[in-house]
């Protein structure tokens, strides 16, 4: 029999530094299966418990077991070693095997975690970068297909407006502003080619009344119906235009001798007075044309328009339905004074009437005692004309008494307001002898008066000897109410004619205006004219205030004075001042240094 004897302390001394963990444990198994030594963390225990039957049984020298101990299981390993009759096993539970594995585990699937985060955060903030890089390039692509929008809108606005601007709504031919740039530059480009052009200028016989009678809308269709009928005779090159009202132009722009020219302003005027069907009624005009051909007639397109309208107003007079081409010994005063007189009834409804103002001085204080009334038409062409251009026509053409009125309305709006601005002056307007002769005309006046709510004082009508040709007294009826309801009344031009003392008595005057003609001659005394003189002495016996007219030098205001004139107007004083001018003059003259001392000198 051996025994061996084994020192267990030796034996703890030799497996003290093997780390077997916190669960850990060798044992040795003899050949039975019996546990006969274990060694763990808590120290080395001695036993003869059989453990592991598979250990000494199996046929392998090595492998390894899953046993489990309680609550946990242990993964062993065995080594035999037949020749001793013993094996060795080595055993740990499974969780510390696996904790360093589950503690690398964790931190790399908390790293995998932390990455996958910032990955798909990086993602969330790469998709947010792309959709808003998208958002702001459809907001961009949207905004360039607005913009495109609105540039497409804008240029077919503009097309539109240019269109509208440079095209007469009504008819839908070229405007006179786009007539005059096309036609200049079609002149331009035919310069130096000796062709023939030719501009005719058309203004519809009878179109007022047709106007007038059947309706706007009817005028409207005949502008209509004429424009298209020049347009359908056009030939290239050629261009038309309306210019207003029932005027229109045309350029004959093509290849065309002066009888080729001749033969298609006949047929134009031919297809122009055939009847029109408008609606249910059928209409009959027919131009006037003048006809004047570049570059005979005019150089220039406003020229050549101004000789085909003096043609034109050369056609109208020979009777309806008539041309003329434009001949250089055409009264131009003719023509002019014709186009004055068609236009007189446009000019009273546009209101292209103005009131110009001449002080009206006191010679005894050198105070502005009021202001008389002329009146002046603004014509768009010819400019500003005076009475002696219109008045003529006006009592020719029976506007006379539309014209008076007119000049009564503006009074009334200029008293008005003058007493609104503080500056209560008078006002003298001259009235024709015909609107005396109107059964309504002085309680016309007084209502006038009443609308501006004027007192009749500040009113003083001029008229003229020709009231004292009224054989039944209609007139002089009418002055004597409007004197009896506080208007001033006063003879204008007295000496001019045929007008005496005698006949003074019988109209209800408050002031007697003498003649300019009679004024001229004083230069040094009274005594220069004698008839002024005793003008003078014979209306302050009649107790009428005198007005002396024309009045251009100061001699003049000093002799008039002495001979005892109350009021005097002239060029001395002042000419006819335009509204924006009345602020600016001075109601003391004398303070103004408008009038200086003087005597008359002893002739």
Known sequence: ??????????????????????????????????????????????????????????????????????????????????????????????????ASSRLTYDRQLGLTLCMTLLILGGMVWTLRGLRKGQEAFNALEQAQQVNQQLIDRLEDAHRRSSHAAATDHLSGLHNRRQFLEVAARTLSAQRGKRRLMAILFIDMDRFKSINDSLGHKVGDMLLQAVAGRIQRLLEPNDEAARFGGDEFVVLLAGERSEEQIDAWVRMLVQKLSAIYSLGEHEVTTSPSVGVSICPRDGQNVEGLIRSADAAMYSAKRAGRGQYRFFDPSLNVADVEEFILEQAFGHALNERQFVLHFQPQVRLDTMVVDGYEALVRWEHPEFGLLYPDRFIPLAERSGFITALGWEVLRLACETLARWHAEGRKLRLAVNVSAIQLHQADFS?????????????????????????????????????????????????????????????????????????????????????????????????????????????????????????????????????????????????????????????????
């Open 1 to 98: 029999v051996l025994v061996v004897q084994l020192n267990l302390g030796y034996l703890a001394t030799l497996f003290e530094h093997l780390d077997l963990g916190q669960t850990g444990m060798m044992r040795w198994v003899d050949g039975a299966g019996h546990e006969r030594l274990r060694i763990s963390n808590t120290g080395i225990v001695v036993s003869g418990v059989p453990l592991i039957p598979e250990v000494s049984s199996g046929a392998d020298t090595t492998g390894q077991l899953l046993q489990r101990s309680g609550a946990r299981d242990y993964q062993s390993l065995y080594q035999r070693v037949p020749q001793r009759g013993f094996s060795v096993v080595v055993s740990q539970s499974q969780d510390e095997i696996l």
């Open 443 to 603: 309680d016309r006046v007084l209502r006038k008066l009443f609308r501006h709510n004027l007192a009749p004082q500040w009113l003083e009508l001029e008229i003229t000897e020709t009231t004292l040709l009224d054989e039944e007294g209609r007139a002089i009826e009418q002055l004597q109410r409007l004197r009896q309801a506080g208007l001033n009344i006063s003879l204008d031009d007295f000496g001019k004619g045929y007008a005496g003392f005698a006949h003074l008595q019988s109209l209800p005057l408050t002031k007697l205006k003498i003649d300019r003609a009679l004024i001229a001659p004083l230069s040094n005394s009274p005594d220069d004219s004698p008839i002024v003189s005793s003008t003078i002495i014979l209306a302050k016996r009649l107790g009428l205030t005198v007005v002396a007219e024309g009045v251009e030098t100061r001699e003049q205001v000093v002799c008039l004075k002495l001979a005892g004139c109350d009021v005097a107007q002239g060029y001395h004083f002042a000419r006819p001042l335009a509204p924006t001018q009345l602020a600016e003059y001075p109601p003391f003259l004398e303070a103004a240094g408008v009038v200086a001392n003087a005597t008359c000198v002893p002739s």
